[in-house]
């Protein structure tokens, strides 16, 4: 429950009479017209969304006039609204409305610390042992230097150089067998993954460096993504965070797991080298279920059936993120987060407009979650890599099985915006019941008597 004081309750107020506001100008500014242009603009987000599940789902003239359909409707409301002279009506009321958006969730903001992870302290490394991906992020372990800086810091470091693929995990194991007390990656989040399993396994502290190209893990951390020799700050001023790990059919994920149309296409050869052409060739079959295992998912006592897209994540992202593109919370909660998306025509593309309420978006959360298909094997992409896997798929969290080992002084990461729930928003802007004192009960003579006797005893 959110505490009352004054100023939520004047922001609260705020925030009703600035949506107040915004349909003032429309009404006054736009009169009749304002429902029209409701109306319109609502149509033509459906209409965008739906050219757009056209284009990704079919082949030739469909695929490029559903195109120019998803590119014009927003451009035909615009040129709409200049033309009956209320384009500056919808902007202003626009922004009133984010303004009272942003008043709102000031309002509930409960003020509270809960979503941060703890810290804890980090005992000194004699051994740390880096391993590093040249290629990882366009080159950035030698545009920062991060090979010579770490070796100056007193760590061992393994430059994955060789012409033919490496063993991250074995390399690591032999590292530990060789006296390592500290293990860590520059490189993509699915290195990271096999690194971080090793580390868990043998209770050793790990190391982030922001080298890859996403550093989605990294994110989460609150590390600096911009630079990534201050990541090597932790060699030297360093705090702990505890941290799940997701485990899937043998192996570890730290970001998440996706089965089904995204699974698909990463499995697919031909992505690596052209990953817009491989995706918009695969797609509509994927979409059109003419290829692709028919997929469903156990997640405690509820079924998620037939789903195009499911996306197990290590720890739930933020509200309203149906592809693991935003960033999670925190990462000890202890649960995995499940999204499952179904868009099997244009009405259901439509619906995911509803956001959580709609008919084709499953977003739950669990300790486990089996995913079951009509395959014997089906590929998972697991932090970014295709990986084949025998079916059922069990999906299951390590709750704080990683010590990673990240600077004291980082970015860090920012506090969760509160959801703009209006109900609680009116009970907060309810005017203060006053506050009575108890009343107290006058004590007669006869009282007093028998306490002055009582104390004469």
Request: proline share 6%; glycine share 12%; aromatic share 6%.
């Amino acid at each position: 429950m959110i505490r009352a004081s004054t100023g939520r309750r004047w922001l609260a107020r705020a925030s009703f009479l600035l949506a107040a506001a915004a349909i003032a100008i429309l009404v006054v500014f736009a009169g009749l017209k304002s429902f029209v242009m409701l109306g319109v603009a609502l149509a033509a987000s459906a209409v965008t969304l739906a050219a757009a599940y056209f284009f990704l789902s079919r082949r030739g003239p469909w695929r490029w006039t559903s195109l120019v359909v998803a590119v014009l409707a927003p451009i035909g409301v615009i040129v709409g609204f200049v033309f009956v002279h209320l384009l500056w009506v919808a902007i202003a009321s626009g922004a009133v409305w984010l303004l009272a958006g942003m008043t709102a969730r000031s309002a509930l903001a409960d003020g509270s610390t809960d979503w941060r992870m703890p810290e804890y302290v980090a005992k000194p490394c004699g051994r740390p042992f880096l391993i590093m991906n040249p290629r990882s992020g366009g080159g950035k372990v030698a545009k920062f230097d991060l090979q010579h800086r770490a070796e100056s810091m007193g760590a061992e470091v393994y430059l994955m150089s060789g012409p033919g693929p490496v063993d991250v995990a074995a390399v690591a194991e032999q590292a530990v067998a060789g006296g390592a007390d500290l293990l860590g990656v520059a490189g993509g989040d699915g290195t990271q993954a096999l690194v971080a399993e090793v580390a868990a396994n043998h209770d050793l502290p790990f190391m982030v460096i922001t080298a890859g190209t996403r550093n989605h893990f990294a994110l989460d951390l609150g590390l600096d993504r911009e630079d990534p020799a201050a990541c090597l700050d932790a060699l030297s001023d360093a705090v702990e965070l505890h941290v799940d790990l997701g485990v899937i059919g043998g192996h570890t994920f730290v970001n998440n797991a996706s089965f089904g149309a995204y699974a698909e296409v990463v499995d697919t050869p031909a992505y690596r080298g052209d990953k817009v052409g491989t995706t918009l060739d695969i797609l509509p079959d994927l979409l059109q279920r003419h290829r692709g295992a028919r997929l469903s998912a156990q997640v405690d006592d509820e079924v998620i059936s037939a789903p195009d897209a499911l996306l197990v994540a290590n720890n739930p992202y933020g509200a309203g993120d149906i592809a693991g593109l935003s960033r999670r919370i925190r990462l000890d909660r202890g649960v995995l987060g499940i999204v499952g998306v179904k868009v099997g025509s244009a009405r259901q593309a439509v619906g995911l407009l509803r956001g959580t309420h709609g008919t084709g978006l499953r977003v739950l959360t669990a300790g486990t979650v089996t995913v079951m298909a009509d395959a014997e094997h089906i590929p998972v992409g697991i932090d970014g890599e295709a990986i084949p896997l025998p079916t059922p798929v069990v999906c299951a969290i390590r709750p704080r099985a990683l010590r990673v080992r990240v600077p004291r002084s980082r970015p860090g990461v920012a506090a969760p915006k509160a959801p703009v729930d209006w109900a609680q928003l009116r009970q907060l802007a309810a005017p203060a019941l006053p506050q009575h004192e108890p009343a107290v009960q006058e004590q007669g003579a006869g009282a007093g008597h028998q306490g002055g006797l009582g104390g004469a005893r």
